[in-house]
């Protein structure tokens, strides 16, 4: 069982700067793909960017690809998203998600845990 919690959510303006964490806790950190989704109101959950249980390879949807890096340090079991130059259209909830046997990364169902998200809104 792991249980991630985010912070770090906030109200920015737009090309402003905000950095997410997602603290997990429970079985071995390093052992899992570690990603952040999002979800607008009215839209389905969409993937943002994940990162590989090394640390070395990582992937982003093209929306956000420039613009915010996913990070992890597994001695502190934590997962990062800094989202630089945001956009009006990158508000949402932001969740963190593992996932022990991750194939398709931009899928949901491929992920087994999730925390409760973090609202993230931009203003134009």
């Known amino acids: 069982q792991v249980h991630l919690v985010e912070s770090g959510g906030g109200l920015v303006q737009a090309g402003g700067s905000l950095r997410l964490s997602c603290a997990a806790s429970g079985r071995t950190f390093s052992s899992y793909t570690m990603a952040w989704f999002r979800q607008a109101p009215g839209k389905e959950r969409e993937f943002v960017a994940v990162?590989?249980?090394?640390?070395?390879?990582?992937y982003y949807a093209d929306s956000v690809k420039g613009r915010f890096t996913i990070s992890r340090d597994n001695a502190k079991n934590t997962v990062y998203l800094q989202m630089n130059s945001l956009k009006p259209e990158d508000t949402a909830v932001y969740y963190c998600?593992?996932?022990?046997?991750?194939?398709?990364?931009?899928?949901?169902?491929?992920?087994?845990?999730w925390g409760q998200g973090t609202q993230v809104t931009v203003s134009s």
């Open positions: 990162i590989r249980r090394s640390g070395i390879n990582t």
């Open positions: 998600a593992a996932g022990v046997s991750v194939v398709v990364i931009s899928t949901p169902s491929e992920y087994d845990y």
